[in-house]
């Protein structure tokens, strides 16, 4: 939506200020991350030296980071693991927030009470009798144990935030194109998915990045120096005892996040494009 | 107003009639025709739903209905690492509720949820409103903006840690030499201030998830209500509330609802920073549950502990449940 | 066994035969009736054995413990993998593992867990007591975290003490030629020190290690305790109200105010980078500074724990190592305790940790290595006053409560924080009731 309004002071204050605030506070930890990733580890220690600035940058803490762990085979672990559980997830959120948000039938409520509910018992509490599960399936220290895991509590929230973005497409869409003809699962695929883009995108972000992020089943589930993901190995490698390895922790930090920043970006304009063309019509 | 909404959507459709039939459908795949049974079947909303659920519950049940069933149990038994527990009822939570540590995480844990969820809503809207222009870095800063979402908890909470550090904070380092403060402050000595300094860390790294959700929910609708509400003589704070607002509300209340469980059972974040401290002032139910149930053994103490939410968490989803499924 | 022919047979014969003289008479069974019959050793094919530990702060010695892992596969015919993790994460593993039945064979444990996990854990008795018999007694801290209810539920390993890290130079400025022997001789360096800005730091924070360090050696000092040695709550006492005064007279007079947010990596930072003259750690500082801050590393030395009233104690709790109940390869695991807690391989494991652990025994304290450097003299004699989390009482569950809830630790600190040291002491009495319950 490209609305201009106003004069151009008005928008430097009511757009372009609180941007670059925005922009700023967001954006400000990893300025100071890529500095601490580049800088000696003599300087990190130094109280009086400016944080924000090195004038003797090097490349050793990443160097480090590929050569002293398998932070490679990480990176490849965590986005294969993200892939499939976000895949399910999404798959198995949009059936079922359409049936939740659009048709009556009488287990409704009660089923979908039970779906949501799984939720509010932590990841803390379950990873216990989780084990149990993961052990009996004989996936253990497999990648198939966090992504059949993952789902778990991946779907409810898809689920849910699909249910809220068919709600915000009017029934009668669908209504007219049932009566041109169409099927209810046609009408479904063919009409309310592609209007629901935006959710569904915004949905496999958020499934994406929590399967990315997540610490405790992979820390649980997954032994093997192989399996490993990134928060786990970087971690884990990198904080011994009461060393931390800042530099190259921070590294790890940054390659673990930017490349996933830049994949998100075309998905975040993705809707844009898909929304102006279904307006057009 | 229906028709504005349709009209520019579905250029050629009729104007819907008072009945639609359903009509048997015929598949134009050579050498096969669906049965007409089970097109007939899938028309029925039951039927449908029931297929539609299936994966979902497939999943679920196989892998959740068991350790959830069991989670639960944990909070009622009075079970150790190792040893078969026995069923003791509520005097997991009766302990609790006698427990000073407790109910400082009960106390903290709300005052975190409740302030941070609002922040996060608060910002991640303003934020959507802002990023749901065209301008010349639109692409980076939306990318940019994820960050936080995006990083490994862990690894940004360390960040932080190091930011808020007694002897090298970065805010520190910066009030001083800008001659606000003489003596260092020190973020997480302090039980109100590390409270603080969390929901801050919580704030930073959850309102990206709001900003581009309710970003999503803001592409949804269509610009041509603006146009028509501008026309009327809305101006812009009378547009986003009567237009935008009630069309977004059931993403709005999904993402803040989501939010507010997870926000609730947080645990990483906390861990890292303080780990409950400094003098448990910063415990909240994730944090002092796994230190029970991990570092002490019991099992069955730490599941009372995580769970001492559910029954009000589990009424607050059957009413959200209920309102989103209200008629439009 | 037939993939081991010709030298690697005869050198698995040597080795078993060498286990065996040096384990004496009191093995049952197993390897020495074998090799007795002159048959190779009945691990089948395939066997597997896994070791779950905690990432080192010392990397070589993690490097040195998976080589000597790897060779003893090599000579069992075993196929040997090492997961190592941090320490906070290993008690989320092993539940796992104890509550699933499934997992690693052989499990690190840390301080008084093998109380904690005591019905998850086999019997090590022949193994520990061999070596006990070899090298002399246990220290009582290591012995009385891996007994549970007189069976011997972890090997003992090593311990990890900390002592003093301090800046020799700005202690001789201060007035102190040497490092003070009480805790009121402390304080009057420390009020000296401060003045130059040159503060002491201690943590008050929650984690498991140096808050600990000072809320144990302190009260223990002092002549407080939790408990009585019969487990009843004792912690309500003249002399643990004098520990809390000193405490915050101490931190007042000579420490960082930072410390109230310290975690067990802050005093590290902060002493590496000039803020702070002296601090209870590990030998972790030491060693970072001879890597990397060699003109902070030459006046760098380790002093004792000081004396107080009631004596001169160091929180040690001491590693071992578990044979987990569940596995199906406990003979394996058990054969391979034994063989690495022989002289020869431990010796090198202990090398290649350079000072930073100590051994269970007596016997240890003779290694070459104590000599090289005598500024690590401290840490080698701090096992003689060492106790465990508990004491006077057992290191038992109930210790471990008192432990994770950081009672001790809170007290103290919300002494500092402004509580009147007796309302601190009795709400750490409450919560001991509570925990000890």
């Known amino acids: 939506m490209a609305v201009r309004y106003g004069s151009p002071l008005k928008r430097a204050i009511t757009f372009h200020v609180p941007l670059v605030l925005m922009v700023g506070v967001t954006l400000f930890p990893f300025y100071w991350m890529v500095i601490t990733s580049v800088r000696p580890d003599r300087e990190l220690y130094n109280v009086q030296m400016n944080p924000f600035f090195t004038f003797h940058p090097t490349f050793k803490h990443f160097q480090d980071l590929f050569e002293l762990t398998m932070f490679a085979r990480w990176a490849w672990n965590t986005i294969f693991i993200a892939t499939v559980s976000t895949g399910i997830s999404l798959f198995c959120g949009l059936l079922a927030g359409y049936a939740l948000a659009r048709l009556e039938f009488r287990w409704a409520a009660p089923l979908g009470t039970l779906i949501f509910v799984t939720y509010l018992v932590p990841p803390t509490l379950l990873f216990i009798p989780l084990g149990d599960v993961v052990k009996t399936f004989g996936i253990g220290d497999t990648p198939w144990a966090v992504i059949l895991t993952y789902p778990t509590f991946l779907i409810p929230f898809c689920t849910w935030l699909l249910m809220g973005y068919f709600k915000t497409i009017p029934r009668e869409i669908e209504d007219c194109a049932r009566i041109d003809g169409a099927s209810r699962i046609q009408a479904m695929i063919r009409i309310t998915f592609p209007l629901a883009v935006p959710g569904i995108l915004s949905a496999g972000i958020f499934a994406f990045t929590l399967s990315w992020n997540e610490f405790l089943y992979a820390l649980v589930f997954l032994s093997s120096p192989q399996q490993k993901t990134i928060p786990i190995g970087v971690f884990t490698e990198l904080v011994r005892g009461d060393v931390f390895y800042w530099g190259p922790l921070m590294a790890g930090a940054l390659l673990g996040s930017i490349p996933v920043a830049l994949v998100y970006s075309f998905f975040v304009e993705h809707y844009v494009t898909a929304l102006t063309g279904a307006v057009k019509g | 107003m229906a028709d504005q909404r349709i009209e520019p959507i579905l250029a050629e459709s009729a104007r819907p009639t008072a009945v639609a039939v359903p009509a048997p459908v015929a598949v134009s795949v050579p ?76 106390q903290n844990t709300f005052v975190y949820t409740f302030i941070a969820t609002a922040l996060k809503l608060a910002l991640g809207m303003a934020a959507a409103l802002l990023l749901n222009h065209h301008f010349r870095f639109k692409r980076i800063v939306r990318a940019s903006m994820l960050l936080p979402w995006i990083v490994p908890t862990v690894l940004s909470t360390l960040a932080w840690q190091w930011m808020f550090d007694a002897t090298f904070s970065v805010f520190n380092w910066m009030l001083m030499n800008a001659g606000l403060i003489s003596k260092r402050i020190l973020w997480l000595g302090d039980g109100t201030l590390a409270m603080g300094c969390l929901i801050a860390v919580n ?126 | 066994m037939a993939m081991h022919e010709g030298q690697g047979r005869i050198n698995r014969r040597a080795f078993l035969r060498v286990a065996s003289a040096a384990t004496g008479a009191a093995v049952t069974g197993g390897i020495p009736a074998i090799v007795g019959a002159q048959k190779a050793p009945s691990f089948p094919k395939g066997t597997k054995l896994s070791v779950l530990e905690w990432v080192s702060f010392v990397p070589a010695s993690d490097v040195e413990f998976k080589r000597l892992a790897a060779e003893f596969g090599k000579l069992a015919g075993v196929d040997v993998t090492v997961d190592q993790i941090n320490m906070n994460d290993l008690n989320p593993r092993i539940t796992s593992a104890i509550e699933t039945k499934a997992g690693p064979d052989i499990i690190m444990m840390i301080s008084n867990w093998p109380h ?43 311990s990890v ?27 009057k360096v420390g009020i000296e020190l401060k003045k130059k800005n040159r503060p002491m730091g201690q943590a008050f924070g929650h984690s498991l290690g140096d808050p600990n360090n000072w809320a144990y050696s302190v009260t223990w000092g002092f002549g407080g305790a939790e408990v009585d040695p019969s487990g009843k709550v004792a912690i309500n006492s003249k002399e643990t109200l004098e520990a809390v005064k000193f405490t915050v007279a101490f931190w007042k007079d000579c420490l960082d105010e930072g410390g109230l947010a310290w975690d067990d990596s802050s005093n590290n930072r902060a002493y590496l980078a000039g803020t702070i003259s002296a601090t209870i750690n590990g030998a972790s500082i030491y060693f970072v500074a001879k890597r990397q801050f060699p003109e902070i590393v030459k006046v760098t030395s380790h002093g004792h724990m000081p004396k107080g009233p009631g004596g001169r104690f160091y929180n ?28 020869p391989q431990y010796e090198k494991w202990m090398a290649a940790n350079d000072g930073y652990v100590v051994g269970p025994t007596p016997y240890w304290e003779k290694h070459a290595l104590w000599e090289r450097d005598p500024k690590l003299i401290p840490f080698k004699e701090a096992s003689k006053f060492g106790r465990w989390p508990g004491y006077p009482g057992a290191p038992s569950r109930k210790a471990s409560e008192a432990l994770v809830k950081y009672i001790l630790v809170d007290m103290y600190a919300q002494a500092i924080k402004g509580m009147k040291p007796e309302d601190a002491v009795k709400w750490a009495e409450a919560e001991l009731k509570k925990a000890y319950a």
């Not at chain 3, 005591?118 to 070596?131: F, K, P, S």
Request: net charge positive; hydrophobic share 50%; glycine share 8%.
């Open chain 3, 316 to 343: 040690i709790g001491g590693q071992g190592r578990a044979v987990m109940k569940y596995s199906k390869n406990q003979q394996v695991a058990k054969e391979f305790l034994r063989w690495f807690m022989d002289r």
């Open chain 3, 116 to 158: 904690l996990y005591a019905d998850g854990l086999a019997d090590v008795d022949d193994v520990a007591e061999e070596i006990a018999k070899r090298d002399g007694a246990y220290y009582e801290h290591n012995r009385m975290v891996s007994v549970v209810g007189n069976r011997w539920k972890a090997v003992p390993l090593c």
């Open chain 2, 203 to 328: 704030v930073w790294r959850g309102m990206p998830f709001f900003a581009i959700t309710l970003l999503a929910g803001l592409q949804t609708v269509n610009p041509d209500l603006h146009e028509a509400a501008e026309i009327d003589g809305a101006n812009a704070w009378q547009r986003y509330w009567r237009v935008t607002l009630p069309l977004i509300k059931p993403i709005m209340l999904v993402v803040v609802l989501f939010s507010m469980i997870a926000t609730f059972a947080d645990f990483q974040l906390i861990y890292v920073l303080t780990r409950g401290g400094p003098y448990s002032s910063t415990h909240v139910f994730g944090t002092y549950a796994y230190e029970i149930a991990m570092r002490a053994a019991k099992l069955g103490q730490g599941a009372s502990i995580s769970l001492s939410l559910f029954p009000f968490l589990l009424a607050v989803i059957v009413f959200q449940l209920w309102y989103i499924r209200r008629s439009d």
């Open chain 3, 161 to 187: 003490p900390s002592t003093w890290a301090y800046r020799e130079d700005w202690f001789k400025e201060a007035g102190a030629g040497k490092w003070p022997d009480t805790w009121d001789e402390l304080r």
């Open chain 2, 31 to 106: 050498g096969f025709r669906r049965p007409r049974r089970l097109g007939q079947l899938l028309e029925r909303q039951d039927v449908l739903a029931v297929v539609l659920l299936a994966p979902t519950l497939t999943i679920l049940t196989l892998f959740i209905a068991y350790p959830f069933v069991l989670g639960i149990w944990l909070a009622v038994s009075d079970k150790v690492v190792g040893r078969p527990g026995a069923f003791i009822g509520l005097e997991n939570f009766r302990v609790n509720l006698n427990d000073t540590i407790f109910l400082r995480a009960f």
